[in-house]
């Protein structure tokens, strides 16, 4: 195995046994905690949690092995409806965005969980839509995102990347096969994955979820990423 391959491997929260695999188990492991202590009784008797997962997949429930799995009713939100690859009783996949959810009523859903999503969803104003709609549809949320200031940027596995400006992300991009996306296509390709990401600082969640509890997940001391949560 070559050392990018090492270092995609390491990267990546799919293999088991990964830094990111076992980052993330960690982070559902502060989660199971979270629906416990707001849920734990009506788990206890019977009652499914009603969770709106913003930007989920199948493949991330099926990887992070979620102990309390069976006890959430999970609805699947993106841009495009997300394929399940088999019938699984408590989920099911819809098409929304997330920074409009008219179709859903206030309070819908118990909790809305969402990781590694925010950051895509476009700048300022789009982060404030999430934002709120998080907190109109549902009565707990619970949101993960990775740390602006890390030094490896988390999508592109590339030092500093998230500071470049958008055309010198976009040579980059052409040039190469970066992290998990794909070289583009051509310039105006390129600029569309350049666009894609803006990620955040703690003071700009501390604006957005001014109510919430932000927690650091470290890397060798390092803030790699946040969970934010009420």
Known sequence: MSLWERIRFQASSYNPGSVTNKLRKQRMAVL??????????????GRKVKVLDIGGTYRFW?????????????????????KLPEPVPNMQSVEGDATDLAGVADKAYDLVFSNSCIEHVGREREWQKMADEMRRVG????????????PVEPHFLFPFFQFF???LKAVFIRSFELGFWPQGKDWQDSLKIA??????????????????TIARERVGGITKSFMVYH
């Open 32 to 45: 199971e905690k979270f629906v416990l202590e707001h849920f734990g009784d009506a788990i206890r008797d």
């Open 139 to 150: 009565e707990h949320y619970f949101l993960q995102t990775p740390n602006r200031y890390f």
């Open 165 to 167: 400006p958008v055309w």
């Open 62 to 82: 099926k990887a992070m092995e979620f102990p309390l799995f069976d006890s959430l009713d999970l609805t699947l939100l993106n841009i495009e409806r997300s």
């Open 195 to 212: 666009r894609e990401i803006t990620l955040l600082r703690q003071n700009d969640l501390m604006c957005l979820f001014p109510e919430a």
